[in-house]
C-alpha cells in the first residue's frame, strides 16, 4: 500500500513540490533558444539576417534585423532570469509572429519535415510554424503563471511585500 502511495505521488500531476517550479525549465529553455538564435545571427553577421530580411520585403530591414537581434538576446535573457517577463514577452511574441507569417506559414505546421537519408544524414526541408507556437505559449504561461520562485521577479516581489 506504501508503494502504491509513493508511485502516485510520481504519476500523477503535479509532482509533489511547489507549483510554481514548473516555471523554471520552461525559463530555461524558452530564454537559452532565444539567446541562441539572436547569437546564432549575429555570429553570422547581423548584415546576413538584414540582407534576408531585405530579400523577403521586410521594410526598414535593417532598423529590423537589429531590432529582431536585440529583442532575441536581451528579452531570452530577461526570460532566463524571469526579470520583467510581461514587459520581455510583448517584443518576443512580435518577432515570433512576424516570423510565421513572413517565413514559416508556408512550410505548414511541423517543423521537422525529414525529405531523405542518405550517406551523410538525415535532409530535411523548411521547418513550418510549429516551434514558433510553441514558444509563444511558453511565453504566455509564464505570463500567467509567473516565472517562479527562483527569478528576479519573485525576488523583487518578496522585497515589495516585506
Not at 8 to 26: D, G, I, Q, R, T
Not at 43 to 62: E, Q, S, T, V, Y
Request: hydrophobic residues 50%; proline residues 7%.
Amino acid at each position: 500500500m506504501k508503494v502504491m502511495l509513493s508511485l502516485e505521488k510520481f504519476c500523477v500531476s503535479p509532482f509533489p513540490v511547489p507549483v510554481s517550479w514548473y516555471a523554471v525549465p520552461l525559463r530555461l529553455i524558452v530564454g537559452f533558444g532565444f539567446i541562441e538564435h539572436g547569437y546564432a545571427k549575429l555570429a553570422r553577421g547581423a548584415d546576413g539576417f538584414i540582407m534576408i530580411l531585405h530579400a523577403i520585403g521586410m521594410p526598414f530591414a535593417h532598423l529590423l534585423g537589429w531590432a529582431t537581434i536585440l529583442t532575441e538576446i536581451i528579452g531570452g535573457s530577461l526570460i532566463l532570469l524571469g526579470a520583467f517577463v510581461p514587459v520581455a514577452t510583448v517584443p518576443m511574441i512580435i518577432v515570433l509572429l512576424v516570423a510565421i507569417f513572413t517565413v514559416h506559414l508556408p512550410n505548414g505546421f511541423s517543423s521537422i519535415k525529414l525529405l531523405s537519408y542518405g550517406a551523410s544524414g538525415a535532409h530535411f526541408g523548411q521547418p513550418g510554424y510549429e516551434t514558433d507556437l510553441l514558444y509563444i505559449a511558453g511565453l504566455i504561461a509564464l505570463c500567467l503563471g509567473g516565472p517562479g520562485p527562483a527569478s528576479l521577479d519573485g525576488y523583487l516581489k518578496k522585497r515589495r511585500t516585506h
